[in-house]
């Protein structure tokens, strides 16, 4: 979901610096509230496995310039279900950075675009999970539907950003337009599959014993 360069240019980048702010602000947020429940060391530990996921979905998994952008598989449910929302944000935001400073320095003017169109819809999904999924319902026992709600959340959400950092950028022109509608299809690709990917994840995490390096409510039903 890379923004390219040239798509926002100019003035118009400082809105992303604002944008990026506060979606930092929120997180930090989530962070300190994650320390006062589960610690500082459990969240240390479960950023650094989400940072280290995070950098391998960017720069090892398969992905592809379409449109106006770039298609990845981010699996932002996934992180979040396995390590929460705190260490899901710390580790987008933290992979993303590595990616741009060490193979993609190209990347670094859009950094604040392309971390608030991975953070936001990374927010929305938590809001939607304590709509959807029942207090005294562990996420190991989420259902497909339940899966399939929060992936097309969070991909429906960077998608939502790319069209509208493209639009804001560049216009509604038609080959603008042609090219937000072409990387937003390519996109069902990773909401068809990422629920699987959850499920599996979720299956194979039944097998493990609950500790400080997963979110509590993986193993355990809200209190």
């Known amino acids: 979901m890379h923004i390219e360069p040239g798509v926002v240019d100019g003035a118009k980048i400082a809105l992303s610096y604002a944008t990026a702010a506060g979606a930092t602000a929120y997180g930090a947020k989530l962070a300190w509230d994650t320390i006062r429940t589960s610690g500082l060391a459990s969240l240390a530990a479960r950023s650094v496995a989400t940072t280290a996921a995070v950098f391998t979905f960017f720069q090892v998994l398969p992905h592809f310039p379409v449109g106006v952008s770039e298609v ?22 933290l992979g993303l950075l590595m990616q741009g400073l060490f193979f993609a320095p190209f990347d670094l ?38 899966a399939l709600a929060l992936s097309t959340a969070y991909q429906g959400g960077v998608v939502a950003w790319v069209a509208f950092w493209a639009f804001y ?14 990387f937003g299809a390519a996109y069902m690709l990773v909401v068809a599959l990422e629920p699987l990917v959850d499920l599996a994840v979720l299956a194979g ?19």
Do not use: C, W
Request: no cysteine; aromatic share 10%.
């Open 205 to 223: 995490a039944k097998g493990l014993r609950a500790s400080g390096l997963f979110e509590p409510r993986l193993h355990n039903a809200a209190a």
């Open 72 to 93: 990845h598989f981010i699996l932002g449910s996934t992180l979040f279900l396995i390590f929460g929302a705190a260490p899901a944000a710390l580790g987008l935001a």
């Open 109 to 146: 003017p859009q950094y604040g675009m392309n971390l608030t169109t991975i953070l936001v819809p990374l927010f929305a999904l938590q809001a939607l999970a304590s709509k959807i999924i029942a207090r005294d319902t562990a996420y190991v026992d989420l259902s497909y539907g339940q």
């Open 169 to 182: 950028g560049q216009g509604f022109g038609a080959e603008n337009v042609a090219s937000v509608f072409s």
